[in-house]
């Protein structure tokens, strides 16, 4: 049988690699690793283009990690700590989600990709979770994860994929949901109360997590994916 084939959402930022140091389109590795490893093949999206153009020819679509959402997008002035907006990024992912959205096909947000979601459907973002909840456990250093338990909602799909819990996951994130959008339904929680993962009830399979399941031992959420596409 054929691998589904999953579009990731890539970054557009300056790297280093060999003896290179350009503008480069990139994903970390983690991402495709988990997606061949559940049995999908992955194809990179950079926010170039027409990305929800492609969006018929895939089997399943993933928006990754990344900067901060423009916080005009949902009728915010940005914070201090607003960081690394790209506002050509925002307008691609928009346009890919609403397309796959439309057309019912598997979708997983993954950090921004849930906040992108959110905010799609009408929500707004806390621009700095530790304001919030008074501590910095969600993303504790620059490029260091922190590890803090998540609890599945009973009886949503999340638990279905991963368990009651908790569950304790890789967190790199500064911002959170706010106002939850109207469609969708909280699936996890932190113990701080932060919103950790959302679903749209009424797509076949809309599931978003504010964690980085990319770098967990666990890869159940690519499996999901991979067995709705």
């Given at each position: 049988?054929?691998?589904?084939?999953?579009?990731?959402?890539?970054?557009?930022?300056?790297?280093?690699?060999?003896?290179?140091e350009l503008e480069v389109?990139?994903?970390?590795?983690?991402?495709?690793?988990?997606?061949?490893?559940?049995?999908?093949?992955?194809?990179?999206?950079?926010?170039?283009?027409?990305?929800?153009?492609?969006?018929?020819?895939?089997?399943?679509?993933?928006?990754?990690?990344?900067?901060?959402?423009?916080?005009?997008?949902?009728?915010?002035?940005?914070?201090?700590?607003?960081?690394?907006?790209?506002?050509?990024?925002?307008?691609?992912?928009?346009?890919?989600?609403?397309?796959?959205?439309?057309?019912?096909?598997?979708?997983?947000?993954?950090?921004?990709?849930?906040?992108?979601?959110?905010?799609?459907?009408?929500?707004?973002?806390?621009?700095?979770?530790?304001?919030?909840?008074?501590?910095?456990?969600?993303?504790?250093?620059?490029?260091?994860?922190?590890?803090?338990?998540?609890?599945?909602?009973?009886g949503t799909r999340l638990?279905?994929?991963?368990?009651?819990?908790?569950?304790?996951?890789?967190?790199?994130?500064?911002?959170?949901?706010?106002?939850?959008?109207?469609?969708?339904?909280?699936?996890?929680?932190?113990?701080?109360?932060?919103?950790?993962?959302?679903?749209?009830?009424?797509?076949?399979?809309?599931?978003?997590?504010?964690?980085?399941?990319?770098?967990?031992?666990?890869?159940?959420?690519?499996?999901?994916?991979?067995?709705?596409?």
């Amino acid at each position: 049988m054929s691998r589904p084939v999953i579009g990731i959402t890539t970054y557009v930022e300056p790297a280093a690699f060999t003896v290179w140091e350009l503008e480069v389109a990139l994903l970390p590795s983690m991402y495709v690793e988990q997606v061949v490893r559940a049995g999908g093949q992955p194809v990179l999206l950079p926010p170039a283009g027409d990305p929800a153009a492609v969006v018929p020819r895939l089997d399943g679509l993933i928006l990754a990690g990344g900067g901060d959402i423009d916080p005009r997008r949902y009728g915010a002035e940005p914070h201090r700590r607003t960081g690394f907006v790209r506002d050509f990024r925002d307008g691609a992912e928009f346009a890919a989600l609403a397309a796959a959205l439309d057309r019912g096909l598997p979708y997983l947000g993954i950090c921004r990709g849930l906040q992108v979601m959110n905010v799609a459907l009408g929500g707004t973002l806390h621009q700095h979770l530790p304001d919030v909840v008074g501590h910095q456990g969600h993303s504790p250093a620059p490029g260091a994860f922190g590890h803090l338990p998540i609890t599945p909602v009973e009886g949503t799909r999340l638990a279905k994929v991963l368990g009651p819990g908790p569950v304790t996951v890789p967190h790199y994130h500064h911002q959170a949901v706010d106002r939850l959008a109207p469609e969708l339904t909280v699936t996890a929680t932190a113990s701080d109360g932060t919103i950790e993962a959302v679903e749209l009830d009424s797509h076949p399979f809309a599931l978003a997590v504010q964690w980085h399941p990319e770098a967990a031992a666990d890869g159940a959420l690519f499996d999901a994916l991979v067995a709705a596409c």
